[in-house]
């Protein structure tokens, strides 16, 4: 059994990428420890838990709760189940606070993203959890991190080498063909919110996408070619990159995850069950 620890922001976190590596872990008989910034409960962004918000009138208090295309856009069926079936747990309920991290406490890092701004940079910004992740990668314990969590490992910059911890490993992320693909989306459905899924614009003069979590990760690895996406030149590729597809637990092959070593990383909520699968077998392999 392992001890895995998931750190997360105290709201806004993407409900499928916690829960469902959660789900996994724990049906492994591996130990979960949550940390939230001050120790209470977190909750997930409520628009991908229900979907509320995400349609045209999604604005307006007599019929927002009336939901259709955020029934696409929410977290799916697994996710949303394993979602209910985390935050009942009795690890969720106690998270300890992000200052009592012990890194020498645990023996494997699960990083979940999201990109609502309004819960997501505190997390993404935390210096507190910047260190833990490079405790993490200097003592070369498993680390996983999908979507929004890899943006915080390319921050976290390791002292001896003044370079992130992603310096010369290859890694995937939320990738801005995803990223621009759901802003196109949340600007026709939620014109009202241009940035919901846009955690950090583009300041003036800066190029499309330059603030994207694809580009920001790409800019703290040693060579551009280190950050991977599907090849959209075969049949799996396009499933892969249509941001339609998920995977599960028994279906891998819409899911893009890259392993390197014992870093394991994942795009979006579609690849949770692969990445959750992948980062698992650490421990099987020993």
């Known amino acids: 059994m392992a001890r895995i620890l998931i750190p997360l922001p105290q709201r806004d976190f993407d409900p499928t990428e916690a829960a469902v590596p959660w789900r996994i872990l724990s049906r492994a008989g591996h130990d979960i420890t949550f940390a939230t910034p001050d120790g209470r409960p977190a909750a997930a962004d409520p628009v991908m838990v229900t979907g509320v918000g995400l349609d045209p009138w999604g604005f307006l208090p007599m019929v927002r709760g009336l939901v259709l295309f955020g029934r696409i856009l929410r977290a799916d069926p697994r996710g949303r189940a394993a979602y209910a079936e985390m935050i009942a747990s009795r690890a969720f309920q106690a998270p300890i606070a992000w200052d009592a991290i012990d890194p020498d406490a645990f023996d494997g890092l699960v990083l979940p993203g999201g990109h609502r701004a309004r819960g997501m940079r505190e997390f993404l910004e935390s210096k507190v959890l910047q260190r833990v992740a490079t405790a993490f990668f200097r003592a070369q314990k498993p ?31 939320l990738t801005w063909r ?21 955690t ?51 279906d891998a092959s819409p899911a893009f995850v890259v392993q390197d070593g014992v870093y394991v990383s994942a795009r979006w909520p579609g690849d949770a069950h692969t990445f959750a699968n992948t980062f698992a077998a650490l421990f099987k392999s020993g």
Not at 182 to 197: E, T, V
């Open 143 to 173: 680390v996983g991190a999908i979507c929004h969590g890899v943006l915080l490992l390319a921050r976290s910059i390791d002292d001896t080498t003044g370079c992130s911890v992603l310096w010369g490993r290859r890694t995937t992320a």
């Open 178 to 198: 995803l990223e621009r693909k759901g802003n196109a989306m949340g600007n026709a459905l939620r014109f009202w919110d241009r940035d919901y899924y846009r």
């Open 200 to 250: 950090y614009r583009e300041a003036a003069g800066e190029p499309p996408g330059f603030m994207s979590v694809e580009q920001e990760v790409t800019r703290a690895l040693k060579a551009p070619s280190d950050f991977l996406d599907a090849d959209a030149h075969t049949l799996k590729g396009k499933r892969k990159l249509s941001g339609l597809a998920r995977d599960s637990e028994t």
